[in-house]
């Protein structure tokens, strides 16, 4: 039997590790952390359509890394806010925004959330839907969730 269990452990030991199957490493959110999380992610949105950058900038990370649809590169916060300053100032306005297919993946105290949204603005008595996926990074920090980073891409509309 000693025989036996020291050969298992041998052959254990002898399988490469990229022939194993990586562990499951994300966690789950509560439902109340998930509610709380996704009040946060459409505050974001509304706030940012609205061009209420008084307000995105006690949830935003100083960090921040936004990848628009149609957008060369990136945006750090400052252009961000600007982008959402600018949005509002040439008479946009948010109509709706609606997520659906929202998928999570929690790592300790951050969270990748994974969404299919419907945004719908109007500018200049024109409406505009757009439908897309977005990928956003959550962190809490201090007991409260910061929104660190965002990728947008847009679907047919």
Partial sequence: MKIAAVALALAAA?????AQAAPRIAMTLSGAELTALEAVREAVWVDWFSGDTASLRTVLGPELVAIAAGVPHW???EESLAASADFKANGGKLVSVSFGSTLTHRFGETVVMFSH??????????????PGRATEVFVRSNGRWLHTSWHLDAEAS
């Fill in 117 to 130: 949204y419907t945004v719908v603005t109007e500018s200049g008595g024109r409406r505009q839907t757009q």
């Fill in 14 to 18: 002898a399988t490469p590790l990229s």
């Fill in 75 to 77: 945006h750090s916060l």
